[in-house]
Nanobody, 118 residues
Framework: QVQLVESGGGLVQAGGSLRLSCAVS????????MAWYRQAPGKQREFVAS???????NYQDSVNGRFSISVDDAKYTMYLQMTELRPEDTAVYYC????????????WGQGTQVTVSS
């Protein structure tokens, strides 16, 4: 069974940086789609960034140029480097992975809290 475990969240001042990690276990190969989502209090979960073999890298407009998604295949880990953080980036950040097997399998991590103070 594929499992995703996030880490690296915390409290940071506006303008600061954080790096989130998502460790993947239970899959011998990189998942077809790997992505980060976030959910702020009282809001719906929203897409942040994704990386796929076919579509490359995509970002939500509000984080483009400030966040960077990457994958270390040797460590089975995905990262989200976040810079120039803003209070509106405060949310629980979730790791997401999709595997195309006999059917489409979608996996989520438990989430990690990122709080940006002004």
């Amino acid at each position: 069974q594929v499992q995703l475990v996030e880490s690296g969240g915390g409290l940071v001042q506006a303008g600061g940086s954080l790096r989130l990690s998502c460790a993947v276990s239970g899959s011998p190969f990189r998942l077809a789609v790997m992505a980060w989502y976030r959910q702020a209090p009282g809001k719906q979960r929203e897409f942040v960034a994704s990386i796929t073999a076919t579509s490359g890298i995509n970002y939500q407009d509000s984080v483009n140029g400030r966040f960077s998604i990457s994958v270390d295949d040797a460590k089975y880990t995905m990262y989200l480097q976040m810079t120039e953080l803003r209070p509106e980036d405060t949310a629980v950040y979730y790791c997401n992975g999709i595997r195309y097997a006999a059917e489409i399998e979608t996996y989520w991590g438990q989430g990690t809290q990122v709080t940006v103070s002004s």
